[in-house]
């Protein structure tokens, strides 16, 4: 939040990749529901009500701290160092600096909560959207 804030988190090319953040409370609901009496092991994915995409998220994060919305930069760039740190990864077994946050800015990261709302009545309450 900060670097939205600060300017320095942009928008990596149109932004249409797709993120699916959530809110603590939701989180800790969905925890609460694992641990639930009679529940067996399993493993859940747990998230916010729906994905949202990079640019409309990063739009709400600056909403919300009052900044301006995040600039945009040229996704091409970001696309070649990928692929570098994947060429140099397969030789030398080490990823280039920085490259989970350029990671974040292009990859998308949509969870299927199906199992979680079936098996335990799960429901995220808390989007992006303002109430």
Not at 6 to 18: D, Q
Not at 34 to 50: D, H, I, K, M, V
């Amino acid at each position: 939040m900060r670097s939205v804030g600060r300017r320095r988190l942009p928008v990596t090319g149109a932004g249409v990749n797709w993120h699916h953040p959530a809110d603590v409370a939701d989180i800790v609901e969905g925890l609460a529901l694992c641990a639930g009496p009679g529940r067996r092991s399993g493993t859940y994915n747990l998230a916010g009500p729906e994905p949202v995409q990079l640019r409309d998220l990063l739009g709400c994060i600056a909403e919300e701290t009052g900044a301006s919305r995040p600039r945009s930069i040229p996704a091409t760039p970001i696309d070649w160092y990928l692929r570098l740190n994947s060429a140099i990864e397969r030789h030398i077994g080490r990823d280039l600096p920085r490259v989970a946050g350029a990671l974040f800015l292009t990859s998308d990261r949509q969870l299927d909560l199906t199992r979680a709302r079936r098996e335990l009545g799960f429901e995220p309450k808390i989007g992006c959207e303002r109430p």
